[in-house]
């Protein structure tokens, strides 16, 4: 039986949620090369859910989370996203199961992505995201 990769996992936990997902992440017609292009260079999975809002979810192993929080903060698109009011999802999975954290704009904003001119801030009730914003089972991470 082969071991199930972080988006299946990743899939089957949100729409468990109640959250309805579609895998953005596309694998590239290199002849010999498994290579693969994540949706703005960071996400895997578009998700939605009426009343808790949009999201991007990055789905790695728990092993490169912190690579991929660097990799989230430190591109202009995950800026952009979050101005736009849309929430980036980091979950990684182990042997311990699912590790989530939400990047925030506030997050994103202070690691100084450059912005594209006439940005700017969000509404302040967008800026600090509420728990209850997430599925229940990702709001106890």
């Known amino acids: 039986m082969?071991?199930?990769t972080p988006s299946a996992l990743t899939l089957d936990f949100l729409a468990k949620?109640?959250?309805s997902c579609w895998n953005v992440e596309k694998r590239l017609p290199i002849p010999g090369k498994y290579v693969t292009q994540d949706c703005y260079h960071f996400a895997d999975i578009?998700?939605?859910?009426?009343?808790?809002?949009?999201?991007?979810?990055?789905?790695?192993?728990?092993?490169?989370?912190?690579?991929?929080?660097?990799?989230?903060l430190d591109n202009p698109h995950?800026?952009?996203?979050c101005m736009a009011g849309g929430r980036i999802l980091l979950i990684s999975w182990g042997d311990k199961?699912?590790?989530?954290?939400e990047i925030t704009w506030?997050?994103?904003a202070?690691?100084?992505?450059?912005?594209?001119r006439g940005d700017k801030e969000p509404a302040s009730e967008q800026q600090d995201l509420e728990p209850e914003s997430?599925?229940?089972?990702?709001?106890?991470?």
């Open 17 to 19: 949620g109640g959250w």
């Open 110 to 116: 202070q690691r100084n992505v450059p912005a594209k």
């Open 97 to 101: 199961g699912e590790r989530m954290e």
């Open 78 to 81: 995950a800026r952009g996203w």
């Open 46 to 72: 578009l998700a939605y859910k009426p009343g808790r809002g949009i999201a991007l979810v990055q789905t790695t192993s728990t092993a490169n989370h912190a690579a991929r929080k660097r990799k989230i």
């Open 106 to 108: 506030v997050e994103v």
């Open 134 to 141: 997430l599925p229940e089972s990702l709001s106890e991470a």
């Open 2 to 4: 082969s071991k199930r």
